[in-house]
């Protein structure tokens, strides 16, 4: 290990052996030598530093209180982006024209439209719709599964057409499809609903008492039977399920057949018409009849 001598009029000792400054840092006896930065270094960081004040000064840049200085050329991301939906609407819009009048039939005729309306119908539900009914679309406890084939309010293009531009029991569109449960926890003694439940349970074909189930079927027949139909086989024209599938919307277990049976269930859907442009309702509408539950048209 070398000593190390300190010049008069420095603070800092030097290395003996290498006549360099050392830095003062010391670790077990190694000393650190202070060498300077290699030159081409230090211009790439002179560099950097004149590079970033001309980015700041030519491009958006410093942060104010109501927005950021704009910068000398004028350049906006916001503006480059809506450049780019402009050029994109004005590529397509022969093809928007047509899917805002389309009707089903005529879609299906197409296959340049009708690929290009399941597509942009897909962006649309991963916009709108996903957040509710999964971005898969298979649902969720409320929330219909889209997927199969059990529709409370018609699976056919025109109905899910009107479901999405109407919605459900919203208080902004007076064509809004509509239906109401009553709450049978006030009309109802607990041990008819006990028997309501087995009866229930016993036409979906899942385990039930089958004592309290017939008990229940004349409860069912004078309360239940006007929407959801004598078998329970339910009714789209008011929205009741059908009761008989084993596919339930707020679970089939006793425990949630109990609170939809004695607080009712009423799940509100946002009407999308004023949200949305006609052809994304026509397209979202082919998107969902494509997924695998969509229904042919009554001829």
Same mark, same amino acid.
């Given at each position: 290990?070398? %000593?190390?001598?300190?010049?008069?009029?420095?603070?800092?000792?030097?290395?003996?052996?290498?006549?360099?400054?050392?830095?003062?840092? $010391?670790?077990?006896?190694?000393?650190?030598?202070?060498?300077?930065?290699?030159?081409?270094?230090?211009?790439?960081?002179? !560099?950097?530093?004149?590079?970033?004040?001309?980015?700041?000064?030519?491009?958006?840049?410093?942060?104010?209180?109501?927005?950021?200085?704009?910068?000398?050329? =004028?350049?906006?991301?916001?503006?480059?982006?809506?450049?780019?939906?402009?050029?994109?609407? *004005?590529?397509?819009?022969?093809?928007?024209?047509? !899917?805002? /009048?389309?009707?089903?039939?005529?879609?299906?005729?197409?296959?340049?439209?009708?690929?290009?309306?399941?597509?942009?119908?897909?962006?649309?539900?991963?916009?709108?719709?996903?957040?509710?009914? &999964?971005?898969?679309?298979?649902?969720?406890?409320? +929330?219909? /599964?889209?997927?199969?084939?059990?529709?409370?309010? =018609?699976?056919?293009?025109?109905?899910?057409?009107?479901?999405?531009?109407?919605?459900?029991?919203?208080?902004?569109?007076?064509?809004?499809?509509?239906?109401?449960?009553?709450? +049978?926890?006030?009309?109802?003694?607990?041990?008819?609903?006990?028997?309501?439940?087995?009866?229930?349970?016993? !036409?979906?074909?899942? $385990?039930?008492?089958?004592?309290?189930?017939?008990? &229940?079927?004349?409860?069912?027949?004078?309360?239940?039977? *006007?929407?959801?139909?004598?078998?329970?086989?339910?009714?789209?024209?008011?929205?009741?399920?059908?009761?008989?599938?084993?596919?339930?919307?707020?679970?089939?277990?006793?425990?949630?057949?109990?609170?939809?049976?004695?607080?009712?269930?009423?799940?509100?859907?946002?009407?999308?018409?004023?949200? !949305?442009?006609?052809?994304?309702? /026509? %397209?979202?509408?082919?998107?969902?009849?494509?997924?695998?539950?969509?229904?042919?048209?009554?001829?």
């Amino acid at each position: 290990m070398t %000593a190390n001598k300190t010049p008069p009029g420095n603070t800092k000792p030097v290395d003996d052996v290498t006549g360099i400054e050392t830095t003062g840092h $010391e670790w077990d006896g190694i000393k650190e030598l202070n060498n300077p930065l290699p030159r081409w270094w230090l211009w790439c960081l002179y !560099l950097t530093i004149i590079w970033g004040i001309g980015y700041t000064i030519a491009y958006p840049a410093w942060p104010l209180i109501n927005g950021a200085t704009s910068g000398l050329l =004028g350049y906006s991301t916001r503006a480059e982006v809506a450049r780019d939906i402009e050029q994109f609407e *004005a590529s397509n819009a022969d093809l928007e024209q047509k !899917l805002s /009048n389309i009707e089903f039939a005529a879609l299906g005729e197409d296959e340049a439209l009708y690929h290009y309306a399941v597509s942009s119908g897909a962006a649309v539900f991963r916009n709108s719709c996903s957040q509710c009914h &999964g971005s898969g679309a298979a649902g969720a406890k409320g +929330y219909p /599964n889209l997927l199969d084939d059990d529709w409370l309010w =018609g699976g056919t293009f025109d109905d899910i057409v009107l479901t999405v531009r109407h919605g459900i029991r919203n208080d902004t569109d007076d064509d809004a499809r509509y239906s109401q449960m009553p709450a +049978y926890g006030d009309i109802l003694e607990a041990g008819e609903i006990d028997a309501l439940i087995e009866t229930v349970r016993g !036409l979906a074909g899942e $385990e039930h008492d089958a004592g309290l189930a017939a008990t &229940g079927t004349q409860i069912f027949a004078d309360n239940c039977a *006007a929407c959801h139909g004598d078998a329970g086989l339910g009714d789209r024209t008011q929205g009741a399920p059908n009761l008989t599938d084993a596919i339930w919307l707020y679970g089939g277990d006793r425990l949630s057949l109990r609170e939809s049976i004695t607080n009712a269930r009423f799940g509100v859907m946002p009407a999308w018409g004023p949200r !949305l442009s006609d052809a994304q309702v /026509n %397209a979202v509408s082919a998107y969902v009849h494509q997924l695998g539950g969509g229904e042919r048209d009554a001829p």
